[in-house]
């Protein structure tokens, strides 16, 4: 079956500017997450959505940063007034709920590249 | 907050060598803790998880780690190194009560022929 898609792969855009990155996740998973991915610098959670529950927003950087999921499906995290320090991979996953609850195993798409000029 | 250091951000290893990559972790409840690996120029794969149940967990490609809860350890093995197993590796935690996925910075394997 597909697995999680992402899109753009990659996106130059100028500082100040607004972006969109989109996540189309394996169809049936509950659980969506978003991650950051710097050099060096591991992966860095920013947000996830599990179900209809309201979604763990604590690892936001800022407020310049949101994400919405329509419909328990696509998600799009949205950067506005980009910054250079934004420049990074993003990286969404999605997991089934596992039956003894909790997070199962997540799987990850390709990731869009931003990198800000 | 939970949270994980892995020791090394970079090891080397011969190739038949046994390979050892490190990970504390640190939660206020009981975790659950992951092994992930990010082979070049693919996406992120599991490897192993440890939830409840038995301490050690085997995982693909004949890695195995162990939870010793009294060291907050979650140390990944494989007795024999392969070339194929050149990768970043990650370790993760999340705690038994929800979905948030701590993750720790990697270390990068390199195997020497």
């Known amino acids: 079956g597909a697995g999680v898609s992402q899109s753009p792969s990659n996106k130059v855009t100028e500082k100040g500017k607004d972006v969109e990155l989109r996540c189309d996740p394996i169809?049936?998973?509950?659980?969506l997450y978003w991650y950051r991915q710097s050099l060096g610098q591991g992966l860095e959670f920013l947000i996830y959505f599990q179900g209809n529950s309201a979604p763990d927003k604590s690892g936001l950087p800022s407020d310049r940063f949101s994400a919405e999921r329509t419909g328990g499906s696509v998600s799009t995290l949205t950067i506005q007034r980009t910054q250079q320090e934004d420049s990074a991979v993003y990286l969404c996953?999605?997991?089934?709920?596992?039956?003894?609850?909790?997070?199962?195993?997540?799987?990850f798409g390709p990731g869009t590249r931003l990198t800000v000029t | 907050a939970q949270s994980v250091t892995q020791l090394g951000s970079h090891v080397s290893v011969s190739e038949g060598a046994l390979v050892l990559l490190r990970c504390n972790y640190s939660?206020?409840?009981?975790?659950?803790l992951f092994w992930y690996v990010q082979y070049p120029n693919q996406g992120l794969q599991l490897l192993l998880k440890?939830?409840?149940?038995?301490?050690l967990v085997k995982g693909i490609n004949g890695f195995e780690a162990e939870f010793k809860k009294s060291e907050t350890s979650f140390h990944l093995t494989k007795p024999s190194a392969h070339m194929s197993d050149a990768a970043e590796y990650f370790c993760?935690?999340?705690?038994?009560?929800?979905?948030?996925?701590?993750f720790g910075a990697g270390t990068r394997l390199f195997v020497k022929a």
């Open positions: 939660s206020s409840v009981p975790p659950y």
């Open positions: 440890y939830t409840t149940g038995a301490t």
């Open positions: 996953a999605s997991s089934a709920q596992a039956l003894a609850g909790g997070p199962g195993e997540q799987y």
């Open positions: 169809s049936g998973h509950t659980a």
């Open positions: 993760a935690v999340s705690d038994t009560g929800g979905f948030k996925t701590i």
